[in-house]
T-cell receptor
C-alpha cells in the first residue's frame, strides 16, 4: 500500500492564492520528486530534489527536501486556472530503487 | 511524437474478455512500469521490468500479466477482465535515477 502520506487530499482555492501541500513518511528517502497530472494526461515531472534541506524553484513552484529526509513540501504561489490538476509526491529510498507515490492532492482553482 | 506511447487510449470490453494494453518508448530506458490509477488511490504499481529479461510483480499484480518483448516494448494483459479492473492505466519508463516518464494513459472500462 501507500507508504507516503500526502496532504491535503484536495484543495479548492481562489485564483491568486498561494498553495501548500506536503508529503511525509516514516522512512528516509534519498530523492523526492513532485509530479503534476493534467486532466486526461499522464503525470509530468515538476521538480526533483536530491539533497536534504534542498530548496528548488521552477517558476511559481518551490519544493523543499526536508532536513529529516522523511518529508517534502511543494508550494505554488499566485495560483492560476491552469494549475488545476492532481499533484503527486514520489520518493526513492536509494539510487536504483523504484519510486513510491503519495495518493495525490487534487487542486481546483476558482477564477 | 510522445516518448512513451500507449495503445489503445480508450477501450470498453465485457467481463471475461482478454485485453492487452501496449506500450512503446523512444527514451532508450531499460526500466519500464505499468501503473493503475483509481480516484483517491493514486498510482499503484502493477508490474515492472528493469531490463528485457527481468519481470517483477508490483503491489497489485493479481489478475494481470506482462510481457517485455524488447527494450522499447512492455505490454500488460488482463487474461479475463472483471469490472473492478475498470481504471486508468499508465505505462512509464525510467533510468536508475528513478525519474519516471509517463505515457498518456489507457482508459479501460469493463462492463
Amino acid at each position: 500500500g501507500q507508504q507516503l502520506n500526502q496532504s491535503p487530499q484536495s484543495m479548492f482555492i481562489q485564483e491568486g492564492e498561494d498553495v501548500s501541500m506536503n508529503c511525509t513518511s516514516s522512512s528516509i528517502f534519498n530523492t523526492w520528486l513532485w509530479y503534476k497530472q493534467d486532466p486526461g494526461e499522464g503525470p509530468v515531472l515538476l521538480i526533483a530534489l536530491y539533497k536534504a534541506g534542498e530548496l528548488t524553484s521552477n517558476g511559481r513552484l518551490t519544493a523543499q527536501f526536508g532536513i529529516t529526509r522523511k518529508d517534502s513540501f511543494l508550494n505554488i504561489s499566485a495560483s492560476i486556472p491552469s494549475d488545476v490538476g492532481i499533484y503527486f509526491c514520489a520518493g526513492q529510498r536509494e539510487y536504483g530503487n523504484k519510486l513510491v507515490f503519495g495518493a495525490g492532492t487534487i487542486l481546483r482553482v476558482k477564477s | 511524437d510522445a516518448d512513451v506511447t500507449q495503445t489503445p487510449r480508450n477501450r470498453i470490453t465485457k467481463t471475461g474478455k482478454r485485453i492487452m494494453l501496449e506500450c512503446s518508448q523512444t527514451k532508450g530506458h531499460d526500466r519500464m512500469y505499468w501503473y493503475r490509477q483509481d480516484p483517491g488511490l493514486g498510482l499503484r504499481l502493477i508490474y515492472y521490468s528493469f531490463d528485457v529479461k527481468d519481470i517483477n510483480k508490483g503491489e497489485i499484480s493479481d489478475g494481470y500479466s506482462v510481457s517485455r518483448q524488447a527494450q522499447a516494448k512492455f505490454s500488460l494483459s488482463l487474461e479475463s477482465a472483471i469490472p473492478n479492473q475498470t481504471a486508468l492505466y499508465f505505462c512509464a519508463t525510467s533510468d536508475p535515477t528513478g525519474e519516471l516518464f509517463f505515457g498518456e494513459g489507457s482508459r479501460l472500462t469493463v462492463l
